[in-house]
């Protein structure tokens, strides 16, 4: 990968990096700072702003030419999968966590077959038949775990069980 560096920092650096484009990454954390394995004594918090230093100090971006190494705080707003949770000792590892942007939601099944509200939030989707069997199974009145489609609709968040089809 093509990349400007400042030669203040060739000994052996090693960037935890998460790809967002073609040429743009996203810099997560260190390990390695100029041969200084810097992740075993520091903590994660530590590791973020020396690197938000560090980028700005040390690297330079030629657009089309050379990779975007982006510090988080600078990303703006992307949609994420996700977040990294860190512990606060120094030397322990992150975990994802995967964003949860579901709710539980109150659904009240309407007169007509397939139309469910969602209680003073919108409606309902029921994209096929697996689905419908399962909302016909949950009542007039239920609540079950939806995530917002657009301003106007919600989709089923929970695991829906397969369905058996007897073909004659």
């Known amino acids: 990968m093509p990349c400007i560096i400042d030669e203040r920092i060739c000994g052996d650096t090693f960037?935890?990096?998460?790809?967002?484009?073609?040429l743009d990454f996203v810099v997560s954390?260190?390990?390695m700072y100029n041969s200084n394995c810097v992740f075993a004594c520091s903590?994660?918090?530590q590791r973020y702003e020396w690197l938000y230093k560090l980028l700005s100090r040390?690297?330079?971006?030629v657009e089309?030419?050379?990779?975007d190494l982006i510090h988080k705080k600078d990303l703006g707003?992307?949609?994420i999968r996700g977040y990294e949770e860190h512990p606060d000792i120094p030397g322990k590892p992150g975990y994802f966590?995967?964003?949860d942007d579901t709710e539980i939601v109150n659904v009240i099944a309407l007169a007509m077959p397939d139309c469910y509200e969602v209680k003073d939030k919108g409606f309902l989707r029921v994209p096929d038949i697996k689905t419908s069997i399962f909302l016909r199974s949950k009542g007039s009145t239920f609540s079950c775990r939806c995530i917002k489609f657009d301003e106007e609709f919600w989709d089923i968040a929970e695991k829906i069980p397969e369905v058996e089809v007897n073909a004659y």
């Open 43 to 45: 903590t994660f918090e």
């Open 29 to 31: 954390d260190i390990w």
């Open 58 to 61: 040390f690297t330079t971006y």
């Open 15 to 22: 960037l935890k990096v998460e790809k967002i484009g073609p």
């Open 77 to 79: 707003d992307i949609t």
């Open 97 to 99: 966590v995967e964003k």
């Open 64 to 67: 089309g030419l050379t990779i």
